[in-house]
């Protein structure tokens, strides 16, 4: 069974920084891409970052570009997600995905629907 579960989320000043883990079970972590997305209420869901599955490549949202850094680690078969500089701006629940198993694009990591997994979920909430 595939499981996803985020931790790492918390209350946090503007300008702090936290890092979200996300640890995964039931699959060859090494052949997947991952994917972080957030939701703040009354927004639609947010693309927020994605790493290939080998080589490294990662992908950001404009948003958090220079702030958060995504990545992995193959032998805990877990993403992060490490988050610096946090704005208000920044509140939502953070969700990691697993990218289906096709072609990671530059053009498309951020759409939901190329994910096929999802964790329940981790409230981040940065104070102004």
């Known amino acids: 069974e595939v499981q996803l579960v985020e931790s790492g989320g918390g209350l946090v000043q503007a300008g702090g920084s936290l890092r979200l883990s996300c640890a995964t079970s039931?699959?060859?972590?090494?052949?997947?891409?991952m994917g972080w997305f957030r939701q703040a209420p009354g927004k639609e869901r947010e693309g927020v970052s994605c790493?290939?599955?080998?080589?490294?490549?990662?992908y950001y949202g404009d948003s958090v570009k220079g702030r958060f850094t995504i990545s992995r680690d193959a032998a805990k078969n877990t993403v992060y997600l490490q988050m610096n500089a946090l704005k208000p701006e920044d509140t939502g629940v953070y969700y990691c995905?697993?990218?289906?198993?096709?072609?990671?694009?530059?053009?498309?990591?951020?759409?939901?629907?190329?994910?096929?997994?999802w964790g329940q979920g981790t409230q981040v909430t940065v104070s102004s």
């Open positions: 995905a697993r990218l289906k198993k096709e072609i990671l694009l530059a053009s498309s990591w951020m759409f939901g629907g190329r994910y096929d997994y």
């Open positions: 039931g699959f060859t972590f090494d052949d997947y891409a």
């Open positions: 790493i290939s599955s080998k080589m490294g490549l990662t």
